[in-house]
């Protein structure tokens, strides 16, 4: 099994910045990419970011939502996924989860939640106006 953990989501001013964290153990060799999903209220959990376990391929959301302000990035050693998130805007307020596939996940679906077994609680992120 491989549990995650996520934190240091908190409120924040427009423009501001949040590092979050995510902390994957247990069985972490079954899992081969890590991903950060977000959902604000009343809408669908959509895809953030995702990272490999070699952290050599590192995949973002399509639309321009987060590119250009968005970074993730992983800590083997520490088995710590992080998402830098900088120029915060309104619209990025949600709870943001982090995820972990299987031992194998398709490019088709790194990018949807069905591609991952394992999901943390996820973390309240508030970018004031």
């Known amino acids: 099994q491989v549990q995650v953990a996520e934190s240091g989501g908190g409120l924040v001013q427009a423009g501001g910045s949040l590092r979050l964290s995510c902390v994957v153990s247990?069985?972490?060799?079954?899992?081969?990419?890590t991903g950060w999903f977000r959902q604000a209220p009343g809408k669908e959990r959509e895809f953030v970011a995702a990272?490999?376990?070699?952290?050599?391929?590192?995949?973002?959301a399509d639309s321009d939502s987060v590119k250009g302000r968005f970074t993730i990035s992983r800590d083997n050693a520490k088995n710590t996924v992080y998402l830098q998130m900088n120029d915060l805007k309104p619209e990025d307020t949600a709870v943001y989860y982090c995820?972990?596939?299987?031992?194998?996940?398709?490019?088709?679906?790194?990018?949807?939640?069905?591609?991952?077994?394992?999901w943390g609680q996820g973390t309240q992120v508030t970018v004031s106006s």
């Open positions: 990272i490999s376990w070699g952290g050599d391929m590192t995949y973002y």
């Open positions: 995820a972990g596939s299987g031992d194998y996940v398709p490019t088709s679906l790194l990018k949807s939640p069905p591609g991952y077994v394992y």
């Open positions: 247990g069985r972490t060799f079954d899992s081969y990419a």
